[in-house]
């Protein structure tokens, strides 16, 4: 049964938020997944690295940080700012083809990088090509192409798919650090280049297209799932039709303008510090836990149990994202819990009570990241949502790049007491720019969110 002509009276908004879930649905997922996977796997692995590249190199601990992980959020910054334009101007599918293969072969190449400098521009390639893989692959796709009834479901599932990446690497570095750390880059990267052809198989948002007045191609990927889930014996609903505003370029300003002006400013600021408090422990606890004293056995295996939280939260989060109160408010709930259980973790000294408190730290972390993810692909217009969320996605990026070469710096002359007392301010403002300048989204249309 072709839908194609008989739906072309409605928009390809309208017909896509009326499609059940379909099997079309949970390949795509699984597909978003796998790039994520890897991008978490990179994020997780510079952390585990860094004491043992402190040690290869002879350079100091603060150096370390600064080469192998803050370098790579300053790459991130610009990758995400240039390849979110491209994905905003010749496609979604375009950029995730393009960032995988930098990705990889960046990977592939920081093993034999011959000092610490080769090695540092490595990372900021490795981080150019990862920035745009979560907030445009999986946060932006899942919202232009799932049910607003599921969507925040669905994304929490894919998530919690790819934060099996950390006990992946965490598994690794038990077996290879200290004086092996190569191999966790070379697996990285022979992983990546595995799924760059399966790439291929994910199809370009039918919103994009369609505001970029590329009916005909929208309309043959929507019939597609409408056909298959007639074929599945589901059943179509008349589709409730949304305003959809059709342009060939990409007008950036317009994110700055109207209603919209108030959500760049909550979201920019936003993004400039909930990446401290995210990766001021995610990046770094490895190198908290080497520099309370524990041996590079000690901490990793610790680190796993501590890492296990953050599977865990993310799988809360797909019970709760959709039926909690509003993801405003869940939002603003897990960063300020987060910052609580960061100054715990600070002052903590025995092994129980740094695992105990690790691991809820990482669980309210991965609860806010989810929730947090969805929410900011949700409250801007598709015409520039790629191109605006990117743009203050890499203020995060660049916000990490900043204050993470801080925190480095905190860490080594004050002690983790003090970096995670700096991590709960930051906590305190992302809390109250959420609470203040945040609208309400939960459950409703994407287009009608971002009116």
């Known amino acids: 049964m072709k839908l194609g002509m008989s739906s072309n009276k409605h928009s390809i908004a309208a017909r896509l938020d009326r499609i059940p879930w379909t099997s079309l649905h949970t390949k795509l997922l699984i597909l978003l997944s796998l790039g994520e996977f890897f991008d978490l796997y990179d994020l ?3 952390g585990f690295t860094v004491a043992p590249i402190h040690l290869y190199y002879h350079v100091s601990i603060s150096t370390s940080i600064f080469y192998t992980i803050a370098i790579f959020f300053l790459g991130a910054f610009i990758g995400v700012i240039l390849l979110g334009y491209i994905g905003d101007y010749l496609g979604r599918r375009t950029v995730i083809l393009i960032n995988m293969a930098i990705m990889s072969l960046a990977y592939l190449l920081t093993p034999f990088s011959p000092n610490i400098y080769v090695l540092g521009a ?4 490795a981080g150019f090509g990862a920035g745009p893989e979560a907030i445009l692959v999986v946060d932006i796709m899942s919202t232009e192409f799932f049910q607003p009834s599921i969507r925040g479901n669905r994304l929490a599932i894919a998530y919690t798919i790819a934060w099996l990446a950390p006990l992946v690497v965490a598994g690794i570095a ?24 399966l790439r291929f198989m994910i199809p370009e948002s039918p919103r994009w297209l369609e505001v970029h007045g590329k009916y005909d191609e929208a309309d043959k990927i929507v019939s597609k799932f409408e056909e298959q889930a007639i074929k599945e014996g589901k059943k179509l609903p008349e ?4 305003e ?13 303008k109207g209603p919209y002006l108030k959500r760049m400013i909550m979201l920019i600021i936003f993004q400039f510090f909930q990446a401290a408090v995210y990766y001021g422990f995610t990046s770094l606890a490895p190198t908290v836990l080497y520099e309370k004293g524990f041996t590079f056995a000690k901490s990793t295996t610790m680190t796993f149990v501590i890492y296990t939280g953050y599977f865990i939260g993310s799988v809360i989060s797909i019970f709760v994202i959709e039926k909690l109160f509003d993801r405003k408010w869940q939002i603003v709930t897990y960063i300020i819990l987060a910052g609580i259980f960061g100054v715990l973790f600070g002052y903590s000294k025995s092994v129980a009570l740094l695992e105990t408190t690790g691991f809820l730290l ?7 990241s989810n929730t947090y993810h969805l929410y900011m692909a949700e409250i801007l217009p598709t015409r ?26 905190i860490l080594v002359s004050l002690g983790p007491s003090a970096l995670f007392l700096v991590t709960f301010v930051f906590s305190l403002i992302v809390g109250i720019d959420i609470a203040i300048l945040g609208p309400k989204v939960t459950g409703q249309k994407v287009e009608v969110v971002a009116k």
């Open 174 to 197: 038990v077996f290879v650090l200290p004086t092996h750390w190569q191999w966790i880059f070379w697996i990285g990267g022979l992983g990546i280049l595995s799924i760059i052809p």
């Open 384 to 409: 520039v949502r790629a191109a605006a969320d990117l743009l203050q996605y890499s203020i995060s990026r660049l916000g990490t790049f900043i204050l993470l070469t801080m925190l480095g710096s």
């Open 122 to 125: 490595l990372r900021f390639l």
């Open 239 to 242: 589709p409730i039709e949304v």
């Open 362 to 368: 990482a669980t309210f972390l991965n609860l806010f």
């Open 44 to 46: 997780i692995a510079g």
């Open 244 to 256: 959809v505003i059709k342009t060939k370029k990409v007008p950036l300003s317009d994110a700055f």
